[in-house]
């Protein structure tokens, strides 16, 4: 239970729902008068305790007080009227509340907060008439707690100051249909096509009947995923009734998918449980998926399409990487100017390009209607082929609208930048050793440098990876010449104009080395294996750049260097595949790979689960509109 302490004049007019608002929305109702009383009854909340202030005369919307007081994303919100702060911005809610009452006679801060001023005049007053909700909101900022302030469109949030102003207050609550506007709002302004006029139209209704029957956006992601997992068991049935099911329990999922987001904007139900399940489902459905498609396939017609479906799940990960790191990138660059951009922007302007722009890049709606059609009309084959084509072409297109963006911005990037991808390049122990000898040499390069290491490296295993009599040594010294590039590569700052190409060509190196390496071995279940083992790697990549968006930076360092960085990956499955892809009986490179997919997930969810359980975790959602 929160507390909503009411204050301000004691005859605020005619009677209102507020209270009643307050205690829907979970907040236990108090009265106090005066910054003195209301600091009196902070002290007193428990210290873990959502605290909110409003003022009797508020009249608006019940969202509107929903939408400032009781979202877990932000420590403090505030509409005119009405403030509340979580727990981390207690102490400076004291604070603030401590000057406005005259000083050393108020009551003291909230437990474990910094020391109020002593003695002496206010810094800060209440004047007549003023709104003191809005006066603390004024006072958190200047201490840099500023409150998140809400974009209400439509809704209503104003304190009324007589019977005129009441009476204007109430009419124009009453013209307002707040139910569709938070119907409205449960969806993503900027999403995909598919997603926009093919789902969400009636998911938002989905999402209200599941929040008025209690059920919260975890669970309804939990169903998506069971959904997913059983549209790959049907997949892999290998029968055209299974491909017809799993192509509509697939949809059924992406519904859900869309539900559980909706859900969260309805209710305001954010969680750190829910932001990790949100960002890692997605890609263990899809990629479930494939393999269920591949099961089926051998199972069906006898057809081996592993190589296609681990090709897929390799070109998809690079493209998140693609877009992860070019986000970090730039970030917070300053004079983030580019024609290229102004030129996307002109192009976003005009109605149908938006669109036809939305579906270039084959986003996670269209991308899943188009898996599930193939599946119910055609062949897994068909499905991948197509799949791998369509991801190709949006690939090329993005990352070539990027580098574009990236050549002619003028732009500084920050300290901030360089080390979120430092942390997406992955790199481990054999990395950080060559790259402390070679930083002298790292220093004179161009600035073109660390990209360009970056392919060279990675093109030079996969290809040779790829085009090497199978068991060569030769893989191994492709491999050796991959850590050594690697290392140079992010010897130094990575704040080059292209150096967000670093960490996509790093993904592809070790991703594609050991695609190519399972494919050319001729060993029976190699490829499956080799899926397991991109998968959990693929896992621990996805954690990162979530761990990087919920501002709390990457995985310990510990854990990078335990599982090897993406370098002495890469390595050690060269040598697996020189020592183990011999002579006439070579299962123990199976055996090999399955063994070092098993040790990586357990080592990556091991810590994953615990970091994303504890409350150091972001209670964030995916909100930038991107579709995956």
Known sequence: MSTAILTGPPDAGTPSPL???LRALGFQV?????????????????????VAVVDRRFRGHRHALRLALTDPRFDAGAVPGALAVQAAARPALSRALHELAGGADAAAPAAGGPAAPQGGAPTATVADGDVLADVLAGELGRQGAEPYRPELGVLVARVARGPQEEAAAAEAVAGVDEEAVRLRSAVKS??????THCISPYSRYIARWCARRGLTPNQVTTASLLVALIAAGCAATGTRGGYVAAGVLLLASFVLDCTDGQLARYSLQYSTLGAWLDATFDRAKEYAYYAGLALGAARGGHDDVWALALGAMVLQTCRHVVDFAFNEANHDAAANTSPTAALSGRLDSVGWTVWVRRMIVLPIGERWFLIAVLTAATTPRVTFVVLLIGCALAACYTT?????????????????AAQALADLADSGPLAEAVARVAAPL????????PPLLAAIGAGALT??????????????AAAVLYVVTSAIAVARPLKGALDWLVPPFFRAGEYGAVLALAAVSEVNGALPAAFGLVAAVAYHHYDTVYRIRGGTGAPPRALVRAAGGHEGRALLVAVLSAVLVTGSRHDGFTAALTVLAAVLALLVLTESIRFWVSSGAPAVHDESGEPA
């Open 19 to 21: 209270a009643d608002d």
């Open 30 to 50: 108090v009265e106090a008068d005066g910054p003195r009383a209301v600091a009196e009854r902070v002290a007193g909340a428990p210290p873990a305790e959502r």
């Open 190 to 195: 900027r999403d995909g096509f598919f997603t």
């Open 400 to 416: 070539a609208g990027r580098v574009l963006r990236s050549l002619t911005r003028k732009a500084r990037r920050t300290d901030r």
């Open 442 to 449: 790292a220093r004179r390069l161009p600035a073109f440098a």
């Open 463 to 476: 290809a040779t990876a790829a085009l090497a009599t199978r068991g060569t040594w030769w893989v191994v």
